[in-house]
């Protein structure tokens, strides 16, 4: 079935750090890309929707320069925390899918994040 | 604005079991909708994928019902198994995002 790949799986980081996490779509190719955020206990908050070559559209609330998303290929997108700070400590997970409005969408293992 | 809604919230059944986990939505005019297990620490692992056109799906134990027009789907589970312990979503495409449920925290005791 569909694989997607998402790396680190963890960091922890110093205060003030940028942190990226990619995500791969091993071997489909991922019109579209997410990425949510999700805190313990709940469930998953979309951040961003990103379409390959084009800028992603954020959610009402998420900060684009703060979160930066690069969708630059057909298998590869980015999220890159940018100056994170420990209320940025969260699970980020990402997810793609296929171009078709009946395709599932495949989600990675996501990225335990830990600011300090 | 579309919502989905799970119940119950959580669940505990001896192993065997069969067991029904339920989704309800408000906006019937979704494209698909999908079942989810999220085990802790982990990101999701779809289950199983109902087309709009579609009534059912199945996959092993595992048999999601969905019923556009009431805004209903089931996921029914047989034979529960302890390695069936996990939180259970439900989440309908809506445009072109997936609207998510709470979850159906279930644990399978042996």
């Known amino acids: 079935g569909a694989v997607v790949s998402q790396h680190p799986s963890w960091v922890i980081c110093k205060s003030g750090t940028s942190v990226k996490i990619e995500c791969r779509s091993l071997?489909?190719?991922?019109?579209?890309m997410f990425w949510y955020r999700q805190f313990p206990k709940q469930s998953l908050m979309l951040m961003a929707t990103?379409?390959?070559?084009?800028?992603?559209?954020?959610e009402q609330g998420v900060e684009k320069d703060k979160f930066l998303i690069n969708h630059a290929s057909l298998t590869l997108s980015t999220l890159t925390v940018t100056s994170a700070h420990p209320e940025d400590s969260s699970f980020y997970i990402c997810?793609?899918?296929?171009?078709?409005?009946?395709?599932?969408?495949?989600f990675g293992d996501g990225t335990r994040l830990s600011i300090l | 604005k579309q919502e989905v809604t799970q119940i119950p919230a959580a669940l505990s059944v001896p192993e065997g079991e069969n067991l029904v986990l339920n989704c309800s939505f408000t906006?019937?005019?979704?494209?698909?909708l999908q079942w989810f297990r999220q085990d802790p620490g982990k990101g999701l692992t779809s289950l199983l994928l109902?087309?709009?056109?579609?009534r059912e799906q199945t996959s092993g134990r595992l048999n999601a019902s969905l019923d556009k027009s009431s805004g209903r789907s089931t996921l029914y589970i047989a034979a529960s198994q302890p390695g069936d312990s996990a939180t259970y979503l439900c989440?309908?495409?809506?445009?072109?995002?997936?609207?998510f449920g709470a979850g159906t925290i279930l644990r399978v005791k042996s």
């Open positions: 997810s793609a899918r296929a171009d078709s409005s009946n395709q599932p969408q495949h």
């Open positions: 071997d489909f190719q991922a019109t579209t």
């Open positions: 990103s379409n390959e070559g084009s800028k992603a559209t954020y």
């Open positions: 906006d019937s005019a979704i494209y698909n």
């Open positions: 109902i087309q709009s056109s579609q």
């Open positions: 989440a309908v495409r809506d445009g072109n995002k997936l609207v």
